[in-house]
């Protein structure tokens, strides 16, 4: 049979397997805690590595794009209050001088007669156009508020994902650590 002698002790049989498998009991326990140790500093170095102040700037760029998008919409809502304000003057002045013609053409029935034809298909013309103008004004305006509630959606959206994001990679970090730490508790060299 089979036996070793270690300090004067002779073992054999029973109590040789018995030291051999506490001597590979006692190197599995070194090599898992060798391990934990391990993966713990590479968690620790991921945590201290992560960079508040990137995540900071790049929220701040978030913002100052709505903020450039809003000066944008407001540039666009700007020039077509203009656009209007210059379409009512213009309408105005076109009422002016039809006035001022229908005076003139009260003196004189027989010019009333000739011009007045030519003034109602100009002035038709004219009404055309300032409502397919007041069309287009309009419709630039309902464009430039449905890109706003779009890109206000679209922000809200975004930090959402983000939000989420970090909160389920901060739930998969502490489940992480916790389970490393139940390992360290349930290892049975951890009572000594």
């Known amino acids: 049979m089979a036996e070793f002698e270690f300090a004067g002790t002779t073992f054999r ?6 030291v051999l498998t506490a001597l590979s009991t006692l190197g599995g326990g070194a090599w898992a805690a060798f391990e934990f140790y391990a993966d713990y500093m590479d968690m620790k ?6 960079d508040v102040d990137a995540i900071a700037a790049e929220n701040e760029k978030v913002i100052l794009t709505m903020d450039n ?12 209050r ?23 053409t009260d ?3 027989d010019r009333v007669k000739e011009s007045q034809s030519a003034i109602e298909t100009h002035l038709e ?3 055309d156009e300032m409502n397919q103008l007041r069309k287009d004004v309009t419709e630039s305006i309902r464009e430039v508020e449905a890109l706003m509630r779009e890109s206000e959606k679209d922000v809200r959206n975004t930090m ?33």
Do not use: H
């Not at 970090?166 to 000594?192: G, H, S, V, Y």
């Open 13 to 18: 049989g029973g109590k040789m397997f018995a």
């Open 45 to 50: 170095e991921i945590v201290q590595n992560i």
């Open 69 to 80: 998008q809003m000066i944008r919409i407001e540039e666009a809502i700007e020039y077509t």
């Open 82 to 104: 203009d656009i209007k304000s210059d379409l009512r003057a213009d309408v105005m002045e076109m009422e002016q001088l039809v006035e001022r013609l229908e005076d003139k």
């Open 107 to 109: 003196a004189s029935e």
């Open 125 to 127: 013309t004219i009404r």
């Open 160 to 192: 959402r994902e983000t939000e989420d994001r970090i909160d389920a990679d901060m739930r998969q970090l502490d489940t992480d650590i916790n389970e490393k730490l139940q390992e360290a508790l349930d290892n049975p060299l951890n009572d000594q």
